[in-house]
């Protein structure tokens, strides 16, 4: 890492399982353990029965507000403004800890905020975002919802449609911006650190195999193995929380 010209990091929802929010895949307290995706995260589900998806997604606004950054994202927002053009951070975590961990560092005294370079890309989008079903309106809805009715919920400005949150569904093509810069990332960087990710979610976890077939490094932070540990030239397999501020400070 130290000779590593440019690094690529990719994170999963494990890196937030410090702070208390769920993960997806593992065992009784992962989200689709519980629930099945197609019923809440698919464009599907919203045509059948957007209360329902609001709803769960409601919940996890008001979860997540009352979650804070931990370690781990406090020890990539260091490492990651402490060099922003070199150390390019990609998440698939919709959050927005990363963000929050950050404006943390960067509103010390001393600090003038968060050069934009240096903010974490988001692959499946913001949770505390919301956009239009129909139209290409979108914003951030920063502010508790009301989801009683669909009456109560956001609706579009512009076309007067009933707004979505702003995530990537299955089924869904990520924003080709974010991705197409992943990719060119993933095709320069000499090293990938990859941080609490099952690796099973596409394209994400296509990222640390290109470079890995580029020559580069992957190293990858989880207590479990996942399918990527056999192409990884190192393993930490530990929380994040006392991995990555051991291995980045
Ligand atoms: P998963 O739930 O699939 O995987 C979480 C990973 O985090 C697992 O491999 C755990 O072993 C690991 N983990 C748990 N605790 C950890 C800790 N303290 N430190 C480090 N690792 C830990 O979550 P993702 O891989 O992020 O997509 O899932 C990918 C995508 O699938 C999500 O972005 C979401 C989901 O459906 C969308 O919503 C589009």
Redesign the pocket.
């Known amino acids: 890492m130290r000779s590593a010209d440019r690094i690529l990091v990719l994170t ?4 937030s ?2 702070s208390g929010v769920p ?4 065992a009784l307290e ?1 989200y ?1 353990s519980r629930y099945r ?1 197609e019923d809440l ?1 698919t464009p599907s589900a919203f045509r059948r029965d957007p209360h329902k998806v609001w709803t769960w997604y409601h919940e996890r606004r008001e979860m997540v507000r009352d979650c804070a950054p931990n370690a781990a994202h406090r020890a990539l927002a260091r490492w990651t403004s402490a060099d922003p053009e070199r150390r390019v951070l990609f998440t ?3 959050d927005g800890l990363h963000d929050r961990a950050l404006d943390e560092l960067n509103e010390a005294p001393h600090r003038g905020g968060t050069p934009e370079a240096a903010r974490p890309r988001t692959l ?1 989008g913001d949770l505390f975002g919301v956009r239009c079903s129909t139209c290409a309106w979108k914003t951030r809805h920063l502010e508790p919802l009301d989801p009683s009715t669909l009456e109560t919920l956001p609706h579009c400005p512009d076309c007067g449609a009933l707004a979505r949150p702003a ?4 089924g869904e093509n990520l924003d080709p911006g974010i991705l197409d810069s992943a990719f060119v990332e993933a095709e320069r960087a000499s090293v990938c650190l990859v ?7 596409q394209p994400a976890a296509l990222l640390p195999r290109v470079v890995a077939r580029g020559g580069g490094a992957v190293i990858e ?4 193995p ?1 399918p990527l540990s056999a192409q990884s030239a190192v393993c930490l397999p530990a ?3 006392s991995v990555l501020p051991a291995l980045l400070d």
């Open positions: 999963g929802a494990g890196i399982a410090e993960t997806f895949r593992e992962g689709w995706p995260a698939q975590n919709v499946h995530v990537v569904w299955f941080v609490g990710t099952s690796a099973l979610v932070v989880n207590p479990d996942t929380p994040a929380g």
